[in-house]
């Protein structure tokens, strides 16, 4: 935190003031000293800038914002995220998790059903990664089929906006199924009894709802884990 200078009083939000006065290398604290910090003089900058931030997360919330290079960011609790991204970058970092380690079961019969959905972060580039596998059949074969709410023709026609002729949205419930093909979709097949891992990479070129659906043969389980999206934030 850059530190003030040549500041006679800074009103707090309880109704206090704080003096501060800048001598040399030090800063001398008077009238209602800051937490961890003697009201006599000599306390160093290192000490004075976690006081203000101390006091600053006190008094403002507990939520810890800064501006770095231009760019307005919030700290998540581990690292600084910006608040106005302008774009993500594919990486092997798992920001976001849509399932865990337990799988998740879906019997799609010769249907289409959704199992996870998701908002990208930003337009740039994404890794969609996850485990999958045929529980009850070692020979069949699945597939995941990664989709937006689509449009009326073949990709997306519309500049600004665009009707959407799907029978899922937004608002569908995970284990929402239809007989009915995603309208905008890329399939990824995978076979077998044991967990095969796909990593996907896809270019966000806009921040639309995103749907992962699985398809496969009647009267097969098919198991779903470790679903994550991974990025890096510029």
Do not use: C
Request: hydrophobic residues 40%; proline residues 4%.
């Amino acid at each position: 935190m850059t530190i003030l200078k040549n500041v006679a009083k800074i009103k707090s939000a309880t109704g206090y003031d704080v003096l501060y006065s800048q001598t040399s290398a030090d800063m001398v604290i008077a009238d209602n000293p800051l937490p961890g910090i003697g009201t006599a003089s000599g306390a160093n900058q290192d000490e004075i800038n976690a006081a203000i931030d101390a006091k600053y997360t006190e008094l403002s919330g507990s939520v810890q914002t800064r501006l770095n290079n231009g760019r307005l960011e919030y700290l998540d609790g581990t690292e600084w995220r910006s608040m106005t991204t302008s774009a993500i970058v594919a990486s092997n970092t798992a920001r976001d998790t849509l399932i865990g380690a337990t799988p998740y079961v879906a019997t799609p019969g010769q249907g289409y059903l959704l199992f996870a959905k998701f908002v990208p972060a930003g337009t740039g580039e994404i890794i969609i990664s996850l485990e999958a596998r045929s529980a009850n059949n070692a020979t069949a074969s699945g597939t995941i089929h990664v989709a937006t709410t689509g449009g009326t023709g073949s990709g997306y026609v519309g500049s600004t906006m665009d009707y959407i002729p799907n029978w899922y949205d937004y608002r569908s419930n995970i284990g929402a199924a239809s007989s009915t093909a995603p309208t905008i979709q890329q399939a990824h097949t995978f076979s077998g009894g044991t967990f095969v891992t796909l990593n996907l990479p896809y270019k966000i070129m806009f921040r639309a709802p995103m749907y992962l659906f699985i398809s496969g043969a009647s009267g097969v389980n098919y198991e779903i884990r470790n679903v994550a999206l991974k990025y890096d934030l510029i």
